[in-house]
């Protein structure tokens, strides 16, 4: 499992396939933070890339596991989720 620290920008993505060949679809991304809120963050393609991006930068108080879905809902139906830990920090700020 990937590990990150507080406050870095963390790069999710995503390839969705019909018959091995990346292809675009509707797709949706869901973020389960370790708080529990889920957030649904913006994506980015690459038209005709089948890949799609979205940026999370976790604030202090969000470590733990996240949890994060990309469901492909259009001409590609497909489900991927996978997770990461964000590091508790130990050095404060001021």
Known sequence: MAEYDI????ELSATFKLSGVPTDTTAVLKVLKP??????????????????KATV?????????WWYRF??????????EKSFT???????DA
Not at 7 to 10: P, Y
Not at 57 to 65: K, L, R, S, W, Y
Not at 86 to 92: E, F, N, S, T
């Open 57 to 65: 930068i976790p604030a202090v108080n969000e470590h733990g596991t």
């Open 7 to 10: 406050g870095d920008g963390i």
């Open 71 to 80: 469901s492909g809902t259009g001409t590609v139906q497909a489900t991927t």
């Open 35 to 52: 708080s529990g809120t889920v957030s649904t963050p913006a994506l980015s393609n690459t038209p005709g890339s089948g890949i799609y």
């Open 86 to 92: 964000v590091k508790r920090r130990k050095v404060p």
